[in-house]
């Protein structure tokens, strides 16, 4: 029996997003535009259940609506990746019935936007450390001091989920995480976003400087290190899947780029015949077709599996992991197969093939990393190293 997908985003929604992607991406701004059509198509509560007035969309659902808005414009695919990772792993939890994370899904089904506010300069460790300090307050609540990079949002986030480190107690060191919100005060959003590429998303960096999050916010403190809680797991399902669905989706439109290229240059050493008959570019395209094919499979595959909580056992973060590392540089291999069959006109700065050349550099620079996968990899089908 085939499954009915459902989805939220219409080609005309798409089409405009497409429309204004190179506008951001030269001026530096944050895609406001693109903003408010998801919000009135609502894309911003895709994962909040539908007895909270979402959509209640699954992960493998989001995941292929991403990969179609980052075909369409990655920069604005990636920074409303954000909001879906925070929702997302609420929605992961709710459905497993935890209610520790509800008000978020709650909070997203009122409009509020949600950032995710978790890397910070020089911390290799990631989620398992911090350098922010979390100060316990006498209501239970936590006050944040610290700095965060990459804050995607900073523009418009409302709410920030984040985490730092409560060593009140040197015998029993925690990391908190809450949500914290904008209107409370105690953050600063830095103008430093002049990248590259996936210009708007305008992650920006952002100082936390008492940011308070009550009790009734902070749904989490866990010990330094890898953890077997729940909490974890979500996050690693929902982020690292949908930031492969983004680059899978830059992926999808490079081929899509390159294919009418090689069918609208001409060879004027044979004749007038389109590049699309040349067996070279054919090859060429081919295998660019060939990683794509897969990438995407995997993907949603994989989205799935969350969804319907198949048991991968140990190896559920290598797969996750692994999943990223793929998808991101599979899609940097189909960029740059789909620039190799277009001609000098794809170098050009007004190319769309040269800004997605620009945003695709840019999933190396995600969580997981190269290292880290491989370690966790290499870990999942050797054990631990030694000593």
């Known amino acids: 029996m085939t499954r009915q997908l459902r ?18 991406d030269r001026a530096n701004t944050f895609p406001h535009d693109d903003l408010a059509d998801l919000v009135a198509a609502g894309y911003l509560t895709a994962f909040v259940p539908e007895r909270l007035g979402g959509a209640g969309l699954t992960l493998e659902e989001v995941a292929r609506e991403q990969a179609r808005l980052a075909a369409a414009a990655p920069a604005t695919a990636l920074a409303v990746n954000m909001h879906l990772v925070v929702t997302g792993l609420a929605a992961l939890l709710d459905a497993r019935g935890d209610a520790s994370v509800e008000f978020v899904l709650r909070d997203a089904a009122a409009g509020e936007v949600f950032a995710f506010g978790n890397s910070e300069a020089g911390n290799d460790l990631v989620m398992f450390g911090s350098r922010t300090r979390a100060v316990p307050q006498p209501d239970g609540g936590y006050r944040y001091h610290g700095t965060k990079i990459f804050t995607s949002l900073s523009p418009v986030w409302t709410r920030l989920a984040t985490f730092g480190l409560d060593d009140s107690d040197p015998d029993d060191p925690r990391l908190v995480h809450g949500v914290v919100a904008r209107e409370d005060g105690g953050v600063q959003a830095r103008d430093d976003w002049d990248t590259l590429g996936m210009r708007a998303t305008q992650s920006a960096t952002t100082v936390l400087d008492g940011a308070y999050a009550p009790a009734g916010r902070v749904y989490r403190r866990l010990p330094p290190g890898p953890s077997a809680d729940s909490f974890v797991f979500a996050l690693f399902a929902v982020f690292e899947t949908l930031l492969a669905a983004v680059y899978t989706g830059i992926g999808r439109r490079a081929l899509e780029l390159g294919v009418a290229h090689a069918r609208r240059r001409t060879s004027f050493k044979h004749d007038g015949r389109s590049y699309a008959q040349d067996p070279d570019i054919r090859w060429r395209i081919a295998d660019a077709a060939l990683a794509q094919d897969g990438a995407e499979l995997q993907v949603f595959a994989l989205a799935r599996d969350v969804d319907e909580q198949v048991d991968h056992g140990t190896r559920w973060f290598a797969q996750l992991v692994g999943l990223k590392v793929r998808a991101t540089e599979t899609a940097r291999v189909v960029v740059d197969l789909a620039l ?30 190269d290292e880290s996968a491989h370690a966790t990899v290499a870990t999942s089908v050797l054990g631990p190293p030694e000593g």
């Open 7 to 24: 989805t939220l985003l219409t080609d005309d929604l798409l089409e405009r997003v497409h429309d204004r992607a190179d506008g951001h």
């Open 340 to 369: 190799r069959v277009s001609g000098g006109g794809a170098y050009f700065t007004g190319s769309e093939l040269a800004r997605l050349y620009r945003d695709v550099l840019a999933g190396i620079y995600h969580p997981s990393d």
